[in-house]
């Protein structure tokens, strides 16, 4: 590793990640994987052979959505976007609040009457591309939670720093945070 890049090899894809720094002691490696269709079908097609099985995945919007479609795609099943605001479609929405690492403010997920109703009585499996402070994943289990849904499992691409360490989180790699 060199100080701007971390090289990363996910699912057969090496990857050089640029360090970002997000406050004045901590640094990340930035995974995107928006746009890079060889990264999302791989590590979907790897996370698919480790995750339980369900019948609804969910995902926050934006970063997660490639992922979760892959994964959807791939089995058939149905996935639900918890929106960061209410759409004009949405009726009824129900929210909770999210503060995740590389947010400044405090943000707000949505889901809609009709997603509720996707997910009631359902098994659903929680995705996302990262998870670091494990924020997002906290507050999506609660909108299942609030919808009536069974949470089987939360899946990730990478884990982040101590949420490697976790017990509840099927991931395919760890990246480090940097301290200064």
């Not at 992922?67 to 918890?82: H, N, P, S």
């Not at 995740?100 to 995705?127: H, M, P, W």
């Not at 490697?164 to 301290?179: G, K, Q, T």
């Amino acid at each position: 590793m060199n100080e701007t890049k971390y090289t990363l090899t996910v699912a057969g894809c090496k990857r050089e990640l640029p360090i970002c720094q997000i406050n004045e002691k901590v640094k990340i490696a930035a995974f995107i994987m928006l746009g890079d269709i060889e990264l999302t079908i791989k590590t979907a097609k790897e996370l698919l052979k480790r995750c339980p099985d369900y019948d609804v995945l969910i995902t926050a919007e934006a970063k997660g959505i490639p992922l979760c479609y892959e994964m959807a795609r791939e089995t058939g099943k149905r996935y639900v976007v918890a929106r960061k605001s209410v759409k004009l479609y949405m009726h009824n929405p129900v929210h909770v609040e999210v503060k995740s690492i590389t947010t400044a403010q405090l943000q707000n997920l949505y889901l809609s009457e009709s997603d509720f109703e996707c997910i009631k009585g359902k098994r659903v499996l929680i995705v996302d591309d990262v998870v670091s402070t494990g924020e997002s994943l906290t507050a999506i289990e609660t909108l299942v939670n609030k919808a009536g849904g069974e949470v089987v499992g939360k899946a990730a691409v990478l884990a982040e720093g101590e949420a490697a360490e976790r017990n509840d989180l099927i991931f395919l790699e760890s990246i480090p945070l940097f301290f200064d």
